[in-house]
Each structure stands twice: as C-alpha cells, then as structure tokens.
C-alpha cells in the first residue's frame, strides 16, 4: 500500500513536471481559434494597411493647395471624382483639385493629404476650403502596422480576440495549434446530489462538478463529466475507462489522507501514486499518479482546497503541454492582515488585494466557496515563514493573472 507522506510543493511541480508530454499540433479554422495555443510563428503575407488609405471621411488632395486657406480665407479647388471604401479611382489629382474620400479608402494618385469634411463646403464639383492639411495628414500609409514578411506573432501563445485580429490581417484563414486535452471529470461521494430547492439530510450539493467543469472550460480545453459513488469498484471502472480515452483525469473527493480513501486506492489497485499529500494550505490531501499512462490529479472534495489545487497545479499542467510558459506575476503588497502560517507549509490564502494593500483575509477553511467569490487573489505564505503581521510586505497572486486571459 503507498504510503502517504506530505512532499513540499516545490517537490511536487517536479514529479508532475517529469510526467507531462506536450501534445502533438492540428490546423484549424481561424473561427475556432479562441483560447487554443498557437501552433507556429506567424508571418504576414502582405503589408496592412495594403495601400495608403484614408484614416478620415473628407477630401484627398494636395497638400500646399490648403497652405492660405483659414475661416478668413476660403480657398477653393474643384472635386473630379468619389472614393467610397472598398473602391478605388483611376484619377490622378492634380494642382487645384481634390477627391471626396471615404475612411478606409486608398489614396488615389498625386494625393497626399487628407481635409476633413467638417472644414470643407461643397457646391456642386467646387469645394471650398477653409483649412490646411500638411503632408500625409490623416493617410496611414501602407504597411504601417505590418510589413509583408514580418514576423508579427511567436508559437506557443495562448490566442485572445486581439491576435486573432491580427493573424486575421496578416492573410491567415487557418492556423496551427496545439491539440485541445481532452479532460475527464470524475466527482465521488455518496453525499452528493444535483442542485435543488430541498436537501435530505447528510446530503451536499455537488458543486464541485459545475466549479471545476466550468474550470477546465475556461482553458479551452475538452470536459467530460461523471459520477461515482464512494464505491471502490465503481471509481475503478471509472477510472480506466477514462484512461482510455481522454489526456487528463481529475477526480475531487476521496483524496483525505487516512485509511480508506476511495479514489486514492482505486489508483493504486489500476496504475501509480506518485505522491499523496503536499504541503500545503488548503488543498494537503492533493494527488498524483498515473493509469495507462493517463495522468490522473486527485483533488480534494472540498470546493474551495478543490479550486486552489486547480490553479496551483492544474492550470500550470495543461498550459504547459500545450507549449506556453506559465509564470503567473507575483506582486508585492503591503499586509494589512496578520495571518499565521506552520514553518514548513506554503500557503495559499484567499484575500482581498488592491494596488497597494492586502486588505483583508477570506481564510474561513477549505469548503467556503464563497472565498474565491469575495476575493481577487491568493497570498503566498512559503514554508520558510511562519506568517504575515500587519504592515510586512507580502506576495500576492491576482486570480486574473492565473488565467492568462
């Protein structure tokens, strides 16, 4: 039987570490590329803007014609044709004449400014002017935000609407990038029943499956979710059906370190504990091993500890076999809390930060979801102190940050 013995955090991002394999890549439309990681570096295969285009609704003309026109001294040049956007003219402005010009709409020939329409009155083919424009004035000219051949994006980058844009504008209609894990869910307890208005007595709603599902959505990735009750056998068949079949597992509950742990020994009856209990606050009874080579991390039942393990050593896992560096920004923040902590643990204590202090602790045990609510980020507490006091300096991580998003 493995023997449980709290390792330190450090030890277990070592051992997870040492059983991740970075999943293979696929090409696909750039419609679906929303939170995928980025498969290869992107060049562009052309200029954007592809031509000197109008950043304003006016008139394209020749700059110095506009040099003595003010509100005093009208000047006036006759119009020769139209530009809306996605057109173009075949005309070439010459001394004393302009184009009216749509946003968006190439600069036609000889043209190298643009006026307004609010500076302008138009009668007829003649316009009046009554202000200057210098060269290149409101033109973004071509290439200017990209150049044909530049290298405009690196590989492995976690795609957000804004570089979609712009592998978008680059020429791309399909993009490589690393396959979605497929994730299994599986929530134990004989405890748990679906949300309703009545509980019977002893009994829990299972929240962990909406928290932790809707977790693993958030990485873009595959969920699958199922069920067992505390039952050996049934977890057992759970389990190796989902070895089969998905990248990850994740199980919460059945994790606590005392004799008689469901999911715990249903592992190690199938495949490998690789260690059972880290030391760490809330989330101790975390595990890790593997069936089938599947990976499989045992979280606590507890919703809150449940959450934690997820964003300590989930998140980082399935970032990470997809290619992206995960190294979420840790800050420094002025304690306006005292919190004790044990010489040897790490903590991960659920608080309230903002640009300057920590203002107050949600530290109400490993089963208040309500903490991750009412909180914005975590307060890392390392095995070498034994607390915060009032006034210390301490590290914080912002939730927002752990999601890359």
């Keep these: ?152 994006l690196d590989k492995a980058i976690l795609l957000k609407p804004s570089t979609i844009g712009l592998i978008a504008s680059a020429g791309y209609d399909k993009v490589k990038v690393y396959k979605k894990p497929k994730i299994k869910l599986i929530t134990t307890g004989d405890e748990l029943v679906e949300p309703s208005k009545t509980l019977e007595k002893a009994h829990i709603i299972n929240s962990n499956k909406y928290i932790i599902s809707n977790m693993i959505k958030s990485l873009g990735c595959i969920v699958e979710i199922d069920y067992c009750k505390d039952n050996k056998d049934e977890v057992k068949i759970a389990i190796l059906k989902a070895s089969k079949e998905c990248d990850i597992i994740l199980t919460t509950g059945g994790t606590a370190i005392s004799k008689g742990d469901v999911v715990v020994d249903a592992v190690e009856l199938i495949g490998e504990i690789l260690f059972h209990g880290v030391a760490i606050r809330p989330g101790k009874p975390f595990a890790f091993g593997k069936v089938n080579e599947t990976p499989i991390f045992m979280l606590s039942g507890n919703p809150s500890a449940a959450m934690t393990q997820f964003d300590i050593f989930i998140r980082k896992y399935i970032f990470e076999i997809q290619g992206l560096k995960y190294n979420p920004s840790i800050l420094k923040r002025i304690s306006k809390v005292k919190i004790p902590s044990n010489l ?48 210390d300096i301490a590290d914080i991580i912002f939730f927002k940050a752990m999601e890359l998003i």
């Design 344 to 391: 040897g643990r790490t903590d991960y204590i659920k608080v309230s930060s903002d640009d300057k202090h920590v203002n107050y602790s949600l530290n109400k045990g490993s089963g208040i979801i309500h903490s991750m609510v009412a909180g914005n980020s975590y307060l890392i507490i390392d095995g070498n102190n034994e607390g915060i006091k009032k006034g």
């Design 1 to 152: 039987m493995f023997l449980s013995e709290l390792i330190g955090i450090e030890d277990a991002f070592k051992i997870i570490r040492n059983n991740q394999k970075v999943k293979e890549y696929e090409t696909i439309s750039l419609e679906d590329a929303y939170l995928r990681v980025l498969g290869e570096d992107i060049y562009s295969y052309h200029d954007s803007p592809p031509f000197d285009k109008s950043a304003m609704d006016g008139y394209a003309l020749i700059a110095k014609d506009t040099f003595s026109a003010s509100n005093n001294n009208p000047i006036t040049i006759t119009i020769i044709d139209e530009i809306r956007a996605g057109d173009f003219s075949e005309k070439e402005v010459h001394d004393c004449e302009g184009i009216k010009i749509s946003t968006g709409a190439p600069i036609p020939k000889g043209a190298d400014g643009v006026l307004m329409e609010e500076f302008t009155i138009a009668n007829g083919n003649n316009l009046e002017i009554y202000s200057q424009v210098t060269p290149m004035e409101n033109i973004a000219p071509k290439g200017e935000d990209i150049k044909k051949d530049d290298k405009i």
